[in-house]
């Protein structure tokens, strides 16, 4: 239960707490604070605004994170899958038929193949004995 409360802050610092912040630090550093004051004075949801100004940062921070360890930057985020089975063995049976038609194509194939490759050998030994 504590591994789950955990995941799921650094999946909200990573996801919200993140883009904001590099919005705000961005907005402070091109304007001071009265690019940061004008943001939160004059939008009706200042944090979403500042969300989607930061996201291509956060995403960028994201990534790197990720270089140095798989999942850091981009937590895997636990799901579950539910299959319904009441078509699984006929569609099982239909695949295992396709599978067999095509192997037999393959085959016939590779015979084919084979068949370009024995005539072009004994062609180019004809040719050979023809010159010596």
Do not use: C, W, Y
Request: net charge negative; aromatic share 2%; glycine share 6%.
């Amino acid at each position: 239960m504590a591994d789950d409360s955990f995941d799921s802050l650094r999946l909200s610092l990573m996801q919200d707490v993140l883009p904001v912040g590099l919005a705000i630090v961005e907005r402070a550093r091109r304007g001071g604070a009265a690019k940061l004051v004008e943001v939160l004075t004059t939008s009706k949801d200042p944090l979403k605004d500042l969300r989607v100004e930061g996201e291509s940062a956060a995403q960028t921070v994201r990534e790197r994170l990720d270089q140095v360890s798989p999942g850091l930057g981009n937590p895997v985020i636990p799901v579950t899958v539910d299959v319904d089975d009441s078509d699984f063995v006929t569609q099982e049976i239909e695949d295992g038929e396709t599978l067999v038609n095509a192997l037999t194509r393959i085959e016939d194939r590779l015979r084919l193949l084979e068949q370009h490759f024995q005539s072009d050998v004994s062609d180019r030994s004809s040719s050979l004995e023809e010159k010596g």
